[in-house]
């Protein structure tokens, strides 16, 4: 795989600094003899193990390198690890759930539909991305924790009641987040 499209985005990956400043300059060459440009303060260089020290450029101007970056709403860093965005994720399914606090308190809605509207919007929301995401232990953990606290609080399960995840995944019909994360891939 050269490059990831989409839309107006493009990520170029490539093995080698010459390759990517070649397939940089390529691409700029390219766009220039469309009438479009680059533009430098949207472009970044994202490297990983690399060992050359020398900055990409377009048109003679350095590109800034960054230590992550954002593509199509997921956060890469150089380690390859997946925490700021699975941190971002979790931020922002919390922020859909509390707005939906009203659905979830309800006495309107059963439980089948407050399950369903998790799983249709807060859920989604989480998962976007996951495919890419390194499945460690904690990070799976905390999004199963994150999960289960929010089903915890759609059934109205309070402290010092307690069930297990199991009957909690049973009474409303989930599996562990690691599954479908698999499933997605």
């Not at 990983?48 to 970056?69: C, K, M």
Request: hydrophobic content about 35%.
């Amino acid at each position: 795989m050269d490059d990831l499209d989409f839309a107006d985005d493009l990520a170029l990956l490539s093995h080698t600094q010459q390759q990517m400043q070649e397939k940089t300059s390529i691409v700029a060459d390219n766009s220039a003899s469309l009438g479009l440009h680059i533009n430098r303060g949207k472009s970044k260089v994202f490297k990983t193990n690399a060992s050359s020290n020398t900055p990409i450029t377009v048109e003679g101007d350095a590109l800034e390198e960054v230590d992550s970056f954002t593509y199509l709403g997921s956060i890469l860093d150089k380690q390859g690890g997946t925490d700021a965005d699975v941190k971002t994720r979790i931020g922002k399914a919390r922020a859909a759930f509390h707005q939906l606090k009203n659905i979830w308190g309800s006495r309107q809605f059963n439980i089948t539909t407050k399950i369903r509207v998790f799983n249709t919007i807060v859920k989604p929301i989480l998962l976007y991305g996951a495919e890419t995401w390194r499945t460690t232990a904690t990070t799976m953990k905390k999004i199963q924790v994150f999960i289960n606290t929010c089903l915890r609080k759609i059934l109205k399960i309070r402290w010092p009641e307690k069930i297990s995840n199991d009957e909690l995944w049973q009474r409303t019909k989930q599996q562990p987040v690691k599954d479908d994360i698999l499933q997605r891939r």
